[in-house]
């Protein structure tokens, strides 16, 4: 039976930035499609059956999954740009690691166990978070999937090579629950001196465009008083961001931003910037990026620009199944409950099942960063974790 240092070892070097020390694991990019190679090899090596569903998601299979009320653990193989090595990859190992545990245990499940891995989870490359699974759950309407572009241009169907399949209610009728090992986005298992915990919800997150209009003109000729300078615009809305979150007690970040004609000695005509609001309610949530929309109308009157707001992805506010959570919580002996501000599979499967999730002590509190971190001790007990939950729920 492999080590989690072992098997962790044959991922470390797949899609590394040698300079950040971070990850380019884009969907159905190479480096990833080398990590999915990686887990079909793993998954049939394990006398696991594995199967797709058209939709970019894999699924392998610890007894006939056709019995119905499987157990569904995983994650993702796919990295936010220069992200850490943990975020999604540790609960695909995991669930790997878990099942070579039951088996030395001698454990014979009696419901059948799965594990996934879903596809484009960090929006990455396409721009909107846990696409795979939303796709699988019919939250994403295919053909609107199909045509959404990276920034090459490349659409998903031409990356996939065909239109996604789509919701997979066959498949959904399956599953009896799902639970999700993850890093921790944060510190709090540190303060708590506990390896492990379980999640109570998710909270409310989006993301929106923002488009700042204004006038393409030459740097070294264009007085001052005559422009009509988007950028001026935009920093003025990511200050304004920063402040709306900190009064109303939320969270908001622009960390993207696209520059027409992107120039040196050139003002711009198109700054488009990408805000990401969370917040613990949905109404604050909402009060933000309204706040924040507020502030840059009012900027760009001043400017002489225009600014415009497109919704790309909101999530509401997702509370895991409680039976589900206090179980699991109890059958690890009283772990620790936690919120989470990121967003996951776990959250989109919510909607139509039984979910859960457990977070792995990461002590940095680092993430979407090379920095993120776990202990390979800390790594072991979320494997034997996950598997006294698998037991737990299969037998």
């Not at 009896?176 to 109570?200: I, K």
């Not at 001026?232 to 970040?253: C, I, M, P, Y």
């Not at 949530?285 to 840059?296: G, I, K, S, T």
């Not at 002590?363 to 979320?382: F, I, K, L, Q």
Request: with cysteine; charged share 20%.
């Amino acid at each position: 039976m492999s080590t989690f240092a072992e098997l962790w070892a044959q991922l470390a070097p797949v899609g590394r930035d040698p300079g950040t020390g971070g990850y380019l694991r884009y969907a159905y990019t190479p480096a990833e499609a080398l990590l999915r190679d990686w887990f079909l090899d793993q998954a049939r090596g394990r006398g696991l059956a594995v199967e797709q569903d058209g939709n970019g998601n894999l699924f392998a299979w610890w007894g006939d999954p056709a019995a119905g009320d499987a157990v569904l653990t995983g994650s993702h193989l796919d990295s936010v740009p220069h992200g850490g090595a943990y975020d999604g990859p540790l609960g695909v190992v995991s669930a790997l690691l878990a099942v070579d545990e039951l088996r030395a245990r001698g454990f014979a499940p009696a419901r059948p166990i799965g594990v996934a891995v879903f596809a484009e989870e960090e929006g990455s490359r396409f721009g909107l978070a846990c696409l795979g699974s939303r796709l699988f759950t019919g939250a994403v309407d295919p053909n609107a999937a199909a045509a959404l572009t990276d920034r090459d241009g490349v659409t998903l169907a031409q990356a996939m090579g065909a239109v996604p399949a789509g919701a997979r209610p066959d498949l959904l009728a399956r599953l009896g629950c799902y639970v999700e090992l993850h890093v921790e986005q944060g510190r709090a298992l540190v303060d708590l001196d506990r390896a492990v915990g379980v999640a109570t919800a998710i909270w409310p997150h989006g993301r929106w465009r923002l488009d700042f209009r204004g006038e393409a003109n030459h740097a070294g000729t264009t007085l001052m008083a005559d422009r009509r300078d988007p950028m001026l615009t935009f920093a003025a809305t990511v200050l304004a961001a920063d402040a709306e979150a900190r009064r109303l007690g939320a969270h908001a970040t622009i960390g993207r931003v696209q520059v027409a004609p992107n120039a040196t000695n050139a003002i711009p005509s198109l700054v488009s910037a990408w805000l990401d609001a969370r917040a613990d309610a949905p109404d604050t949530m909402e009060a933000v990026v309204a706040a924040v929309y507020d502030r840059a109308q009012a900027h760009a009157r001043e400017d002489g620009t225009k600014v415009s707001l497109t919704a790309e992805s909101v999530s509401p506010e997702t509370e895991f199944h409680v039976g589900l959570r206090d179980r699991l919580a109890k059958v690890l002996d009283g772990a620790p409950v936690l919120p989470t501000g990121a967003g996951h599979d776990a959250g989109v499967l919510s909607a139509l099942l039984p979910t859960a999730m457990l977070f792995v002590r990461n002590p940095t509190g680092v993430s979407h960063s090379p920095a993120e971190h776990a202990s390979d001790a800390d790594c072991e007990a979320g494997v034997r974790a996950l598997a006294d939950v698998l037991q737990e729920l299969a037998c």
